[in-house]
């Protein structure tokens, strides 16, 4: 898979991306990140890629010469998406869909935003990572890139765990995990955990995902359809185990 990122801040993406998984990824020419960075396709000495909106208000605009300049010398893989808080929400579903593809393509704003050509007549579509604002898209680019890589054949190692974390397969949060030591300062380990029963064990985990995501998520069991028959029998059949409660600052 290809993936172009056109950045202000290219070292940001590819530090990020050359690191853990992804780094190993890029080594193994599973994923290829390729950064270009509009600046270099600026026509003043400055490198300037801003300027002050028309009409007057705060902030500056990238331009759009040095947007199109880079990334018609780049011809990058479609679709070119523009990362900006208006954008179809980024979740596992289309993390998924940018995984079946060959490549695509990120653009990164800066300051307020970028001129509406840019909108109008480059990009495909727009992505966002959540109703937040931040001060470029890189990092917002960072998460694409490693929620998609990661679900590419041979990142991983575990073919089986995208299916089955949160968010998989089953749209349910992922149950709660436990390791080694199996008693820590009095704190125990649940006991069917260490029963050997892994027909009861796989009933104890569906309980308990169904518990959590009614608990922080109950929007995704609406989006099933509600709870089957089955599943209100496992939570009748196994309790909740202590789980921090989200709070809801309004």
Not at 18 to 29: F, M
Not at 77 to 91: A, E, H, I
Not at 125 to 133: A, F, L, P, R
Not at 220 to 246: K, M, T
Request: charged share 25%.
């Amino acid at each position: 898979m290809r993936i172009d990122v056109f950045t202000l801040f290219p070292s940001m993406v590819d530090g990020f991306t050359s690191q853990s998984l992804l780094g190993k990824a890029r080594e193994s020419g599973v994923v290829e990140v390729r950064c270009h960075d509009p600046r270099d396709h600026a026509t003043d000495s400055h490198r300037t890629v801003d300027d002050a909106p028309f009409g007057g208000g705060a902030g500056m605009l990238m331009r759009p010469e040095p947007i199109f300049a880079a990334v018609e010398e780049a011809d990058p893989p479609r679709p070119l998406l523009l990362l900006s808080p208006g954008g179809r929400t980024f979740d596992q579903r289309f993390a998924s869909e940018l995984s079946e593809l060959e490549g695509f393509s990120l653009l990164c704003g800066r300051y307020e935003g970028v001129d509406h050509r840019v909108r109008e007549h480059l990009v495909d579509d727009e992505i966002s990572v959540g109703d937040v604002v931040l001060a470029g898209g890189e990092v917002a680019a960072c998460l694409v890139i490693e929620a998609v890589t990661r679900l590419l054949p041979g990142v991983m190692g575990n073919e089986v765990g995208p299916l089955t974390e949160s968010f998989g397969e089953g749209r349910l949060l992922e149950e709660p995990q436990f390791t080694r030591p199996a008693d820590f300062r009095g704190w125990e380990v649940p006991e069917v955990l260490r029963s050997g029963n892994h027909a009861l064990i796989e009933r104890w985990r569906r309980a308990q995902a169904l518990h959590r995501t009614i608990q922080h998520r109950p929007d995704l069991i609406e989006a099933l359809g509600g709870l089957s028959v089955d599943d209100a029998r496992l939570l009748e059949e196994f309790p909740p185990i202590p789980y921090p409660l989200s709070v809801d600052p309004d």
